[in-house]
């Protein structure tokens, strides 16, 4: 009889096919400071989230953890008001007369 082990936070961090893809557009997210931005954004918050279930899971430092949450936080903090800056534009776009 064989057991299959499963662990979800290996599940979870496994390379996706989509990522791999997201991968080879990284020159051209060079290009573009939007999409580095989002890019960065998306670091942030994997960093986070890896820094937090080794903490969890294997007793990491805890500083680590929080600092990893701070920088998360303050990236979502700036892409929120980024898009309410957008939004706000549009709205102003979207009141002209034509």
């Known amino acids: 009889m ?3 082990s499963f662990n979800a ?4 961090n496994t390379t996706r096919p989509a990522e791999s893809a997201q991968a080879t557009g990284k020159a051209e997210a060079a290009k573009n400071p939007v999409a580095e931005g989002i890019s960065d954004f998306r670091t942030a918050l994997q960093q986070a989230e890896n820094s ?3 903490t969890a899971v ?3 430092d805890p500083h680590a953890m ?3 949450l701070a920088n998360a936080e303050l990236m979502l903090d700036a892409a929120v008001t980024i898009r309410d800056k957008v939004v706000e534009a549009y709205q102003e776009l979207l009141r002209m007369p034509v």
């Open 52 to 54: 937090t279930m080794q």
């Open 9 to 12: 936070y290996t599940a979870l």
């Open 66 to 68: 929080v600092a990893a």
């Open 58 to 60: 294997a007793g990491a």
């Open 2 to 4: 064989s057991t299959v």
